[in-house]
């Protein structure tokens, strides 16, 4: 028990090695389950409704030649239509 011919060097190397090794099978069955599209990013996911949304609405109405449409944004970020107000407790009176 009270071996110490390990050097705290060696211990602190396999500290490090035991949790990067089940970190590194996490990061592989996750790219290898992506990689066989098994499972699919939510970030793809959302990137595809958003351009069948795009499509079906540019199919259902025909736009008029005099408006400009703007481009809407790809990145999937939505945007605050505004600032509120902080809600504060009201006072109780007795």
Not at 13 to 28: A, T
Not at 39 to 53: K, L, R, T
Not at 67 to 73: F, R, T, W
């Amino acid at each position: 028990m009270n071996d110490t011919t390990t050097s705290p060097i060696i211990m602190g190397l396999l500290f490090v090695l035991r949790c990067l090794v089940p970190l590194g099978i996490l990061f592989g069955v996750s790219y290898l389950l992506r990689r066989m599209e098994l499972i699919v990013d939510q970030a793809e996911e959302e990137n595809v409704a958003e351009v069948d949304q795009s499509q079906q609405q540019a199919t259902d109405a025909s736009p008029d030649p005099k408006q400009e449409v703007s481009p809407k944004p790809i990145s999937g970020a939505k945007q605050k239509s505004g600032k509120k107000k902080p809600v504060t407790p009201k006072k109780k009176e007795s």
